[in-house]
């Protein structure tokens, strides 16, 4: 009789506890953790080329939310920026000397590539994550993705033909990078500066923004950007691609009176 007193107390005193954990567990939960959200803006939406043109900077604005306050102090948010170009079909040629005479011998057609190429960094893309991940997305020169069309003949050639194409390209100033070109400006504000080159090509461009957390890709952004001529280069520009027949009649009269009256000028009496 005493054990089951005392067992009838305990189930008694126990009863209350069980309550309330069940009422704590029938309350709805809430994550405290937020996935970390990007926002960017250019300086311009718009490049005016004119004669005079030389070149100019891109200021990219950004800001990040949710962010962890202790990562990021410690510098383990990765943002690079980039600015990409149309893209289409590009060929290179390879020279060779045939009887004494340098001739095009060999080349490659790569799909669908971009025209120029600028990219920022918090630092070099290489450090920010795996070279898997960064051939998968196309980020940085090397990791653009270069596919030949219609190529026919040695496998083992494409990798030259690639690296000859990338050094053309960087050798023209129209691809480069910039492993120090993005910095925060505060806790959450970053800015970002792209270089376009002087023969940048007209179009339609790409701002894209990457972020990467401990070398895990987080979130992408992009922004387009127009390039465009101005003045009379557009006027000659869409004189040679829309009346090309035209365009070239005119050519040829303007070289034989420029020629004509040059030699009429500078004659000899």
Avoid: C
């Avoid at 953790?33 to 200021?59: K, N, Q, V, W, Y």
Wanted: no cysteine; proline share 5%.
């Amino acid at each position: 009789m005493r054990r089951l007193g005392l067992l009838i107390a305990a189930t008694l005193l126990l009863a209350p506890l069980g309550g309330q954990a069940q009422v704590l567990l029938d309350q709805p939960t809430t994550s405290t953790s937020s996935r970390e959200t990007m926002e960017i803006g250019t300086s311009t939406s718009e490049i005016a080329i004119t004669s005079d043109f030389a070149g100019a900077d891109l200021t990219i604005f950004g800001a990040l939310s949710n962010t962890d306050q202790l990562l990021l102090a410690i510098g383990q948010y990765d943002i690079v920026v980039v600015l990409e170009g149309p893209r289409e079909n590009a060929t290179v040629r390879r020279k060779e000397r045939v009887f004494g005479i340098w001739v095009n011998t060999r080349s490659m057609t790569f799909e669908h590539v971009p025209q120029a190429y600028s990219l920022s960094s918090t630092r070099a893309v290489d450090n920010i994550t795996a070279p898997l991940e960064l051939s998968d997305r196309g980020i940085g020169v090397d990791h653009i993705p270069l596919t030949p069309v219609g190529f026919v003949g040695n496998v083992a050639d494409v990798p030259e033909f690639r690296q000859a194409f990338r050094r053309l390209q960087s050798a023209g100033g129209l691809y480069e990078s910039d492993p120090a070109g993005v910095r925060f400006v505060s806790s959450t504000l970053f800015k970002a500066t792209l270089r376009i080159p002087a023969d940048v090509p007209n179009g339609v461009h790409t701002v894209r923004a990457y972020l990467f957390k401990t070398g895990k890709f987080l979130n992408e952004k992009s922004l387009p950007l127009r390039v465009i001529k101005t003045g009379i280069e557009q006027m000659i520009t869409d004189a040679a691609h829309q009346r090309p027949i035209t365009y070239g009649v005119f050519s040829v009269l303007l070289a034989l009176i420029t020629g004509w009256a040059a030699s009429f000028i500078f004659r000899k009496s």
